[in-house]
């Protein structure tokens, strides 16, 4: 998006893209704060970008997929870990098995407790809440994205690649992603990585 002055905009560009997809009377006060809070996140942009369109349910899962004819069978359309369940993006990042199990650790892992929203807003707005300042605000958030990232990458594995990732392996991805973007987009004191694995709390509120 070009301003009058000529130079761009991500804003701008951010506000017709929104208006485009999702006209503005169609989100409440409470969605277009919580839209406009994904961006602010020190997560890669590319990740940032995926967790957007999770929230607007734009990303390739099966039912997706259906829905737009590039697959045709329904049988094709099951989760791709419990083999039960239609893929929608609500099942697979949040209430399958798998999902449930890596956020269940990750929650304790943060030491926090939360028992499972319904949808990714308000796990989202959880992640803001229950952080006791703005540093830590920032950092649950890097690892909410950081969660949906690995959860998605461990998906498209076993479809493309049959290869099986385990809970543990996707926890363990999402601890070692979660460090490397803390060290390089947090500003926090660097910590190794047994001390963010051990307690992420004080690393990032350091």
């Given at each position: 998006?070009l301003?009058r002055?000529?130079c761009?905009?991500?804003k701008?560009?951010?506000?017709?893209?929104?208006?485009?997809?999702?006209?503005g009377?169609?989100?409440?006060?409470?969605?277009s704060k919580?839209?406009s809070?994904i961006?602010d996140?020190?997560?890669?942009s590319?990740v940032i970008?995926?967790?957007w369109q999770?929230?607007?349910?734009r990303?390739?899962?099966?039912?997706?997929l259906?829905?737009?004819?590039?697959?045709?069978d329904?049988?094709?359309g099951?989760c791709?870990w419990?083999?039960?369940s239609?893929?929608s993006s609500?099942?697979?990042?949040?209430?399958?098995?798998v999902?449930?199990?890596?956020?269940y650790?990750?929650f304790?892992w943060?030491?926090?407790?939360i028992v499972?929203?319904s949808?990714?807003?308000?796990l989202?707005e959880?992640?803001?809440?229950?952080?006791s300042?703005k540093?830590l605000r920032?950092g649950f958030?890097l690892?909410?994205?950081?969660?949906l990232?690995?959860i998605w990458?461990?998906?498209?594995?076993?479809?493309f690649n049959?290869?099986?990732?385990?809970?543990?392996d996707?926890i363990e991805e999402?601890?070692?992603t979660?460090?490397k973007?803390?060290?390089?987009r947090?500003?926090?004191s660097p910590?190794?990585?047994y001390?963010w694995v051990?307690e992420p709390?004080?690393c990032?509120?350091?």
């Amino acid at each position: 998006m070009l301003l009058r002055r000529g130079c761009f905009s991500v804003k701008s560009a951010y506000d017709a893209l929104l208006r485009e997809i999702v006209p503005g009377p169609l989100l409440s006060p409470r969605k277009s704060k919580i839209f406009s809070s994904i961006w602010d996140s020190p997560a890669p942009s590319k990740v940032i970008a995926f967790s957007w369109q999770l929230l607007h349910d734009r990303v390739p899962t099966k039912d997706n997929l259906l829905l737009r004819g590039v697959i045709h069978d329904n049988s094709e359309g099951k989760c791709v870990w419990c083999d039960v369940s239609p893929e929608s993006s609500r099942h697979l990042f949040l209430h399958c098995k798998v999902a449930h199990e890596v956020w269940y650790e990750i929650f304790k892992w943060l030491g926090v407790v939360i028992v499972m929203p319904s949808n990714f807003l308000h796990l989202f707005e959880c992640f803001g809440e229950v952080a006791s300042t703005k540093k830590l605000r920032k950092g649950f958030r890097l690892v909410w994205h950081s969660v949906l990232w690995a959860i998605w990458r461990a998906r498209n594995n076993k479809v493309f690649n049959n290869m099986e990732m385990k809970p543990i392996d996707i926890i363990e991805e999402v601890k070692v992603t979660s460090w490397k973007w803390s060290l390089e987009r947090l500003k926090i004191s660097p910590c190794l990585f047994y001390e963010w694995v051990w307690e992420p709390g004080i690393c990032i509120n350091s």
